[in-house]
């Protein structure tokens, strides 16, 4: 059974850093994609940053780019999803996903989903 567990979420200042984690378990790590996503409250699910299963960062979005970065360590079966200067409108449940082997377009692609780690960004 294929498990995905979120960590690292909290409250955070405007302009810290924070490093979220998606340790997965039940599944051939090596050939997975694991995507990051994010919901915050009324607004729909979209994708922060996505990690194939050879190791390639990508974007769903262009808007992503430039503070959220997805990395994967094989050894710990973890990705790990690193924000940048965060800002009160980054609040919002995190969540990550397993895909095979690709960053699909299509979220339903995404077949597993953790419980999600809530990150609230606030002074």
């Known amino acids: 059974q294929v498990q995905l567990v979120e960590s690292g979420g909290g409250l955070v200042q405007p302009g810290e850093s924070l490093r979220l984690s998606c340790a997965a378990s039940?599944?051939?790590?090596?050939?997975?994609?694991i995507g990051w996503f994010r919901q915050a409250p009324g607004k729909e699910r979209e994708g922060v940053s996505c990690v194939t299963s050879n190791g390639k960062t990508t974007y769903w979005a262009d808007s992503m780019k430039d503070r959220f970065t997805a990395v994967r360590d094989s050894a710990s079966r973890t990705v790990f999803l690193e924000i940048d200067k965060l800002k009160p409108e980054d609040t919002a449940v995190y969540f990550c996903a397993a895909a095979n082997r690709w960053c699909y377009s299509n979220y339903g692609a995404f077949d597993d989903w953790g419980q999600g780690t809530q990150v609230t960004v606030s002074s």
């Open positions: 039940g599944l051939s790590f090596g050939a997975y994609a």
